[in-house]
């Protein structure tokens, strides 16, 4: 997955075996790196294992810095904030951090993953925009999902009502493949079986999940 907040983190807390996140910004992917080295330190586990509630907690506000002012010197003060600077590394055993861009391909084998979840990528400010692209990328998704595995991609829709905390120059729908499209792209002898819409994750974005079959009985 790309980095979005603290969602890989809450992955590993729910009991997920091994997560890896992706992202082509190297200041996303050391700051991911410096949490997943210290995430097992106590003051900053209690931070990232964190749900999302009525007040957001300051891990929110280090994403601030990082993605809207990409203000490195605010990183690293909320870090020392809350690891000692002669601390000892207790890294997260189970996440790895890797620098890469979905448009150049996955450098992953096939079937290499149970599920993948995509969040703020297509047709999202920084992400990748163009059906041709999306599709593309959709693709390589498939063929990293093992059978049976699942792919989540959000947003994908949205209700120009209810959407008042974004716009669209963050999610335009017209520069991604809307879920139908999305369910007919295949790879090799792997197709999407079945998809439906979602809204756990944030009750203002939709998203889509589809799951991965034999090309024989996808349908």
Do not use: C
């Not at 294992?49 to 010197?73: C, H, M, Q, T, W």
């Not at 079937?111 to 990528?121: E, H, K, R, T, Y």
């Not at 990293?144 to 989540?152: A, N």
């Not at 203002?204 to 996808?218: K, M, N, Q, Y």
Request: neutral net charge.
């Amino acid at each position: 997955m790309p980095s979005t907040g603290h969602l890989p983190f809450l992955f590993v807390k729910e009991g997920a075996r091994s997560v890896t996140v992706a992202d082509s910004d190297p200041v996303t992917v050391a700051w991911l790196k410096a949490m997943v080295l210290f995430g097992n330190n106590p003051e900053l586990k209690e931070l990232l294992f964190k749900y999302y509630g009525p007040n957001r907690s300051l891990v929110d506000a280090a994403n601030i810095s990082l993605f809207i002012k990409r203000d490195e010197k605010a990183i690293i003060a909320f870090l020392q904030k809350y690891i000692r600077e002669d601390a000892e590394p207790r890294p997260i055993e189970n996440m790895a951090v890797r620098l890469m861009d979905a448009k150049s391909g996955f450098p992953f084998r096939n079937n290499s993953f149970d599920a993948a979840v995509i969040p703020w990528l297509f047709g999202s400010l920084n992400g990748i925009s163009g059906k041709e692209k999306v599709e593309r990328v959709f693709d390589e998704l498939i063929r990293v999902t093992r059978l049976s595995g699942r792919i989540m991609v959000y947003p994908t829709y949205y209700d120009d009502g209810k959407f008042g905390r974004f716009t669209r120059t963050d999610f335009n729908p017209d520069q991604t493949s809307a879920p139908e499209e999305l369910a007919v792209v295949s790879h090799g002898r792997k197709k999407i079986k079945s998809h439906w819409n979602v809204n756990d994750i944030d009750p203002d974005i939709g998203g889509t999940v589809f799951e991965v079959a034999p090309l024989s009985v996808a349908s």
